[in-house]
């Protein structure tokens, strides 16, 4: 007599997957995501620009996660054009601060 194949159970598929096998399946998403980033025209194809986007990427889900944490009244979806444009006046009212204050000290202490 021939041994049979065993056949494959469901048990199987609810195994808990061994750290190992976790690392490879994330190496090969990773892997994958970088090549299709890569062969997007709008990336360059350098693994620095690769890790910023996935860095920003990050940022977005986690303010989108915070978003979705606030009470719907106080929700203020903000683009990332807004967001930056909100840096972006933070900035300048902060340089501007600044200058006025070092002008001030100024024509206190020269004037």
Same mark, same amino acid.
């Given at each position: 007599?021939?041994? &049979?194949? =065993?056949? !494959?159970?469901?048990?199987?598929?609810? %195994?808990?997957? $061994?750290?190992?096998? &976790?690392? =490879?399946? !994330?190496?090969?998403?990773?892997?994958? %995501?970088?090549? $299709?980033?890569?062969?997007?025209?709008?990336?360059?194809?350098?693994?620095?620009?690769?890790?910023?986007?996935?860095?920003?990427?990050?940022?977005?889900?986690?303010?989108?996660?915070?978003?979705?944490?606030?009470?719907?009244?106080?929700?203020?979806?903000?683009?990332?054009?807004?967001?930056?444009?909100?840096?972006?006046?933070?900035?300048?009212?902060?340089?501007?601060?600044?200058?006025?204050?070092?002008?001030?000290?100024?024509?206190?202490?020269?004037?």
């Amino acid at each position: 007599m021939y041994s &049979r194949k =065993k056949k !494959r159970t469901l048990l199987t598929f609810n %195994r808990p997957t $061994s750290p190992r096998l &976790r690392r =490879k399946r !994330r190496k090969r998403r990773r892997e994958r %995501r970088k090549k $299709s980033l890569a062969s997007s025209e709008e990336s360059s194809s350098s693994y620095g620009s690769y890790k910023m986007q996935m860095q920003i990427h990050a940022k977005m889900k986690r303010h989108q996660k915070w978003l979705n944490s606030l009470p719907k009244e106080n929700q203020l979806v903000l683009t990332p054009y807004e967001m930056f444009k909100e840096k972006l006046f933070m900035m300048f009212k902060c340089i501007a601060y600044v200058t006025h204050l070092v002008l001030f000290l100024y024509v206190c202490l020269y004037g």
